[in-house]
């Protein structure tokens, strides 16, 4: 069955520091691609989305490509904010046909210390 | 236009007690989600509704859970006689249709 797979955590970065967590996956047909950001004792928000191979999303600095040849949709930022602390959710939607339902990876805590 | 709405935010129950999870959606959203968050795990997909409809609920457990969207209030997810293993996040995602899902913030129920 369709799976997602993402770089155990936690992360540790200083301020100002490249940030790359990678996420794989394994999807039969065509899924949309998501990352979500969980604030402590909050629900998950929609970082950014992909929904076709080669399509990059983008938000507030942070950035991941479909790449479909490598199955992958890692994600990145230039220069990462102790704001930033938070854990990351890569996530599929199964292609058309499907119920949309999001199948996610296991999460990457990121500790952004100043 | 308000967010999907959770309540309770932290629910306790003893074990062999029901407890009653409520989800309202966006306005305008009539596809519901329920998620389970274990902790330290990622979400794992429970049931999709739509009103009045069972659509998909091949990750509820077979004993003990249901759901429900009825054609006027809340989704309810409701867990009857529960044991500890039940204590988890459970969170409610809703959708205008297409793949993009926005979260509610989550009911935390600790079984004692």
């Known amino acids: 069955g369709n799976s997602v797979t993402q770089m155990e955590g936690p992360v540790t970065l200083s301020e100002e520091a490249f940030l790359t967590i990678n996420c794989t996956y394994t999807a039969t047909g065509y899924p949309s691609l998501f990352w979500y950001v969980q604030y402590p004792g909050e629900g998950l928000q929609l970082l950014l989305k992909a929904t076709k191979a080669d399509d990059k999303g983008s938000n507030k600095g942070f950035e991941a490509t479909y790449r479909k040849e490598t199955t992958s949709f890692h994600l990145e930022k230039g220069s990462v904010q102790v704001s930033d602390s938070a854990v990351y959710f890569c996530a599929l939607s199964e292609g058309s046909g499907n119920t949309g339902k999001l199948i996610f990876g296991q999460g990457t805590t990121l500790q952004v210390k100043p | 236009n308000a967010g999907v709405m959770q309540n309770p935010r932290h629910l306790v129950r003893r074990r062999g007690q029901e407890a009653r999870l409520r989800c309202s959606p966006m306005?305008?959203?009539?596809?519901v989600y329920w998620y389970r968050q274990l902790p330290e795990e990622g979400l794992k997909f429970m049931v999709y509704l739509q009103k009045e409809n069972i659509i998909d609920e091949s990750g509820m457990p077979k004993e003990r859970f249901s759901a429900e969207f009825p054609k006027e209030g809340p989704s309810i997810l409701r867990i009857q006689q529960v044991v500890r293993g039940d204590s988890a996040a459970y969170f409610c995602?809703?959708?205008?249709?297409?793949?993009?899902?926005?979260f509610g913030p989550g009911t935390r129920l600790t079984v004692l």
């Open positions: 995602a809703s959708s205008p249709g297409g793949h993009e899902q926005f």
């Open positions: 306005k305008g959203h009539s596809h």
